[in-house]
C-alpha cells in the first residue's frame, strides 16, 4: 500500500500563487509514477500533470498551460505542484495520485481545497 497526503491548499486572491504538496509512504519503492488532478464543484476531475517517479519526465494534460508545474523531491518521497496566476477557475479539491502501472491510478490522497477569490 502507498498512502499520500496531501496538503498547501487554502484561500488565496486571483493572480497569487500555491504550491501543493503530496508526502508518500508506504511501499515507495512500487511506485512508476505520480500525478495531480482537481475536481471543481459540478465537474469530473480531471488529470492535470505526471511525474515520473525513478527519472525526470513529466507530462501535462495541457503543456500550453504553463500556469502548472510539477516537480518531485524523491530523497523526500513528496511531489510538489505549482500553480501561478491563479484564476478562479482553478478553485477545486486537488487530489495527488500514485500509480503502479502505465494505465492507471492505484492509489489516491484525502485531496486538499484550492479556493482562489476574485
Known amino acids: 500500500q502507498v498512502q499520500l497526503v496531501e496538503s498547501g491548499g487554502g484561500l488565496v486572491q486571483a493572480g497569487g500563487s500555491l504550491r501543493l504538496s503530496c508526502a508518500a509512504s508506504?511501499?515507495?519503492?512500487?511506485?512508476?509514477?505520480m500525478g495531480w488532478f482537481r475536481q471543481a464543484p459540478g465537474k469530473e476531475r480531471e488529470f492535470i500533470a505526471a511525474?515520473?517517479?525513478?527519472?525526470?519526465?513529466?507530462y501535462y494534460a495541457d503543456p500550453s498551460k504553463d500556469r502548472f508545474t510539477i516537480s518531485k523531491d524523491n530523497a523526500e518521497n513528496t511531489v510538489y505542484l505549482e500553480i501561478n496566476s491563479l484564476e478562479p477557475e482553478d478553485t477545486a479539491v486537488y487530489y495527488c495520485?500514485?500509480?503502479?502501472?502505465?494505465?492507471?491510478?492505484?492509489?489516491w490522497g484525502q485531496g486538499t481545497q484550492v479556493t482562489v477569490s476574485s
Open positions: 495520485a500514485a500509480g503502479q502501472y502505465e494505465l492507471r491510478w492505484d492509489y
Open positions: 508506504g511501499r515507495i519503492f512500487s511506485i512508476n509514477r
Open positions: 511525474i515520473r517517479w525513478r527519472g525526470r519526465d513529466t
